[in-house]
């Protein structure tokens, strides 16, 4: 079964529809890209995969065990959130609270997933170091390392290359694809059309009235990406 | 200073507002932190006018005055909770309205009670001699209280001041902890306003949690900081209104002013050796 399942999803936003019948198959391991104009609704969509807001109509459904709350999330970043006083460990552990329920401390084996993330993700340098201190490439880092606390199937990466220079930007895009080889599904919603399309194996397209879903070398195929690179293309030279 | 150390407790007033102070101290440094970081330290200030208007018009209406002033102080903090999040009135218009709305109200109800015995003064800057028997007793359950929820919930504290919207998303009630900060803070406020005054209490929200943030660097560090600097500040502060014969609450705040300072600097210099 699919690891996520949407169909016929329609979801409205301060009472304006902006995805209509929409379906699509998550399976485990791919790597999906959200792709769309501002405003197409790639935000509300996120919102409802992670259960935050409530579809209209069409249901949206978990399969292999995947729990809504286990989605590792990784949000956009907040300013107030940029000069935070709080430790890389601090932060990376916190992933691990959807599975505490009322219990007040972390565990051993909690503790032990923190460390392996902050490993896994390169960051044991500066695991004691002020998250506000970070550079914000190694921010994203910290912040992807907790929501692989959270999870081990599916994460959701919400623009997560905002703000990042060149190199930075392709660090963290080799970084998640080999989070994604490990194992591990990735959803991410980005702008970067050409970084989507060289890592994704699907591509979710999303425009004002219409969209697309299919593997990226279908989406390549159809009319729909001539459309998008002819937007970008405009919109960089104007 | 021995002598008058010794002087001071034993008068059983300035014991009462001692122990009062403390745990007013201690609750307030924790919740600021988190209020601080999530930009809502103008809400502490809200809600203490509020708590004027609402200690105004009891003792005008001959009313137990913390029996009026918490339920409504709480009422006030879920609003303004309501109002910050709410992006058709901006969060801190709103703030502003309600709070001088209630100082409004306050003083209007104070200068129609002719006759009566109200201390405007005492009301707005604070008093020692307003911390009755009756607020000791509530003030150590309240605070207990606030030390014990901080404590079990400190995770989960961490994770929605950190960050919303990944609380949100691993399954975390976020308006109820937000709620429960509020009420929280909302008791811490007036509780603590009859000895720091409605105008200087909020203060004690502010200050420790800005000292602190100046130098340590994890959300642990900082938090026990801000209660260490909070609960010193409020002794020192007390030592010198009692030995200097000045007012409490502006007293404790000026010690907060002189540790923000030190803090600013220790901080400044220990990032520039670093570099």
Not at chain 2, 142 to 149: F, I, K, P, T
């Given at each position: 079964m699919a690891l996520i399942k949407t169909e016929n999803l329609t979801l409205s936003y301060e009472n304006m529809t902006v995805i209509e019948n929409l379906s699509f198959e998550v399976e485990s391991g791919d790597y999906l890209c959200i792709v769309g104009e501002n405003g197409s609704g790639k935000s509300t969509l996120v919102k409802a995969l992670l259960g935050l807001k409530k579809p209209e109509s069409g249901a949206i459904e978990f399969g292999d065990g995947l729990k809504q709350t286990e989605?590792?999330?990784?949000?956009?970043q907040t300013n107030a959130q940029r000069d935070f006083p709080a430790s890389v460990s601090e932060v990376v552990i916190s992933g691990c609270l959807n599975s505490r329920g009322l219990r007040p401390f972390y565990s051993a084996r909690e503790r032990d997933i923190a460390a392996e993330n902050i490993e896994r993700l390169g960051l044991s340098e500066l695991k004691n170091r002020s998250y506000r201190e970070l550079s914000g490439g190694q921010q994203q880092r910290v912040l992807l390392a907790r929501a692989l606390c959270a999870t081990k199937k599916l994460i959701l990466l919400d623009e997560p290359v905002t703000g990042l220079d060149p190199m930075v930007t392709a660090e963290l895009y080799e970084l998640i694809a080999r989070i994604n080889k490990?194992?591990?599904?990735?959803?991410?919603?980005?702008?970067?059309?050409?970084s989507a399309l060289k890592y994704a194996s699907h591509t979710l397209c999303l425009t004002e009235n219409d969209c697309f879903f299919g593997t990226t070398a279908e989406f390549l195929?159809?009319?729909m990406s001539n459309f998008l690179t002819n937007v970008e293309g405009s919109a960089e030279n104007g | 200073m021995g002598e008058i150390l010794r002087e001071m407790f034993s008068a059983p007033i300035l014991v009462r507002a001692l122990i009062v102070g403390i745990l007013v101290s201690l609750c307030a440094a924790l919740l600021g932190v988190s209020l601080v970081l999530k930009r809502y330290s103008m809400i502490g200030d809200g809600l203490s006018h509020?708590?004027?208007?609402?200690?105004?018009?009891?003792a005008v209406m001959?009313?137990?005055?913390?029996?009026?002033?918490?339920?409504?102080v709480i009422l006030a903090a879920f609003l303004l909770l309501r109002l910050s999040s709410n992006s058709k009135i901006k969060g801190d218009s709103a703030i502003a309205l309600i709070s001088t709305g209630a100082l409004a109200v306050g003083v209007m109800a104070v200068s129609m009670s002719h006759g009566m015995n109200?201390?405007?003064?005492?009301?707005?800057?604070?008093?020692?001699?307003?911390?009755?028997?009756g607020d000791v007793v509530i003030s150590v359950i309240?605070?207990?209280?606030?030390?014990?929820?901080f404590v079990f919930f400190y995770t989960k504290i961490f994770a929605i001041t950190f960050d919303e919207s990944f609380a949100k998303a691993t399954g975390i009630n976020v308006n109820l902890y937000n709620m429960l900060i509020a009420l929280l803070t909302a008791v811490t406020i007036v509780i603590g306003m009859r000895l720091m005054g409605s105008m200087l209490i909020s203060s004690l929200i502010i200050f420790p949690a800005l000292s602190s943030m100046r130098v340590f660097k994890s959300f642990k560090s900082v938090t026990i900081c801000s209660a260490v600097i909070s609960v010193a500040t409020f002794i020192i502060g007390m030592?010198?209104?009692?030995?200097?014969?000045?007012?409490?609450?502006?007293?404790?705040?000026?010690?907060?002013?002189?540790?923000?300072?030190?803090?600013?600097i220790a901080g400044t210099v220990a990032s520039r050796n670093k570099r």
């Open positions: 989605i590792g999330y990784l949000p956009q490990s194992g591990v599904t990735v959803i991410m919603v980005t702008h970067d059309m050409q195929e159809s009319d | 509020v708590g004027f208007g609402a200690l105004a018009v009891a001959n009313l137990a005055p913390m029996a009026v002033a918490i339920p409504v109200i201390d405007l003064n005492s009301y707005l800057f604070g008093s020692i001699i307003s911390v009755s028997r309240l605070a207990l209280a606030v030390l014990l929820m030592f010198i209104s009692y030995a200097a014969d000045t007012p409490c609450g502006a007293s404790i705040v000026c010690v907060n002013i002189a540790a923000f300072a030190v803090f600013f």
